[in-house]
């Protein structure tokens, strides 16, 4: 079974430069929701708080917090899935994703898209509360290009979320590598979205380079005709394969492709651009290298996915620009909590 593929409609602009550190969310909604895990020090998952346990200040100044019960609103979730680029590493990980996914959506009325992506969103199914309907091409993708557009991806995905209704909550799953390869998508412009629509991203992410590394001793024979660097003079016979008695000259052969290192070294030094925009909208980030750490981490975001505390306010400030979310417990200082940190707020605020 295919997922259906659809055209991809490019999204245009202009990559920005300025540092991913100093995006921030924008958000034109009335109401802002906070999504917030709460953790004792041993990373046990904290239940039964009420809304008067928290203490939410919107620069600095208290918000009246609303504590939503998440059965009420039910769950529309895209898993944006990488095929492309060095994911093909990590497809025997994905054996059984279609269960992990089953699990992390939970039950009706929650819903799920699974979309498939390279340099572009290449398939995409539709919302659907029963997982088993695609988990044939879920367990078993096609091999993508060599793209990794993670930022075109959000983007589509944040559109199909918009589209659903007003009332659900929204989130993404994303299964990737750590940094965006040949998006046109603006950064600027996914965590606008991002921050319009109240959507929590969830990261779960391998390294590209480690897997590529794998990949080339999985894969038999060098991938670059032989090229001959020298003559030496062997100090024993029978060191090379071919070449004279001890003391004769011997070619010596190696294989390089010099734009291999070149391109890990930069990847190395990329900074994990999955991680820092989960970060951003309130929601986490994991890190996999195989098949048990990918079960292991969906198993970890299933429990704190359907355990966290969904806040929301509305600003009692309209005033436009950057505005700093604090949360904290008035209680219990030395609980852990985990909620979104930002947002911003557009002059003019229009309901969504």
Not at 77 to 86: F, I, N
Not at 207 to 227: D, W
Not at 307 to 324: A, C
């Amino acid at each position: 079974m295919k997922l259906t593929l659809r055209k991809f409609a490019a999204f245009v602009g202009v990559w920005s430069c300025a540092a991913f550190a100093q995006t921030t969310l924008h958000t034109t909604t009335t109401l802002v929701v906070v999504p917030t895990l709460v953790q004792t020090p041993d990373k046990d998952l904290v239940y039964s708080l009420r809304a008067e346990d928290f203490v939410l200040t919107d620069n600095g100044i208290p918000q009246k917090v609303t504590l939503e019960e998440e059965t009420k609103r039910p769950l529309s979730l895209v898993v944006l899935m990488q095929t492309g680029g060095d994911a093909r590493g990590q497809f025997p990980s994905y054996a059984h994703l279609d269960t992990m996914i089953a699990e992390l959506l939970g039950e009706a009325p929650n819903e799920v898209s699974i979309v498939n992506f390279d340099s572009q969103p290449e398939a995409a199914s539709p919302f659907t509360t029963n997982v088993a309907e695609w988990g044939y091409a879920i367990d078993h993708p096609d091999n993508g290009d060599r793209g990794a557009a993670i930022f075109d991806s959000l983007a589509y995905g944040l559109n199909l979320l918009q589209k659903r209704p007003e009332g659900n909550r929204r989130a993404i799953l994303l299964l990737s590598q750590e940094h965006d390869v040949g998006s046109k998508t603006p950064l600027k412009e996914v965590v606008r979205e991002v921050g319009e629509t109240n959507t929590a991203i969830y990261s779960v992410t391998f390294s590209a380079e480690k897997t590529a590394l794998r990949q080339e001793f999985k894969e038999p024979g060098p991938s670059n005709k032989p090229i001959t660097v020298g003559n030496v003079t062997p100090p024993t016979v029978g060191t090379y394969p071919k070449g004279g008695d001890t003391g004769s000259p011997a070619e010596l052969k190696a294989y390089f492709n010099l734009s291999e290192p070149l391109r890990l070294i930069l990847g190395a030094m990329s900074k994990n651009t999955s991680a820092e925009v989960a970060t951003l909208s309130g929601g986490e980030w994991s890190g996999f290298d195989n098949a048990q750490e990918l079960t292991q981490d969906l198993g970890v975001l299933t429990n704190h996915l359907h355990n966290s505390y969904v806040l929301s306010f509305t600003p009692t400030s309209s005033e436009p620009g950057l505005h700093t979310i604090k949360v904290r417990l008035a209680h219990h200082p030395e609980l852990l909590v985990s909620a979104r940190s930002n947002y911003w707020a557009s002059e003019r605020s229009v309901q969504r």
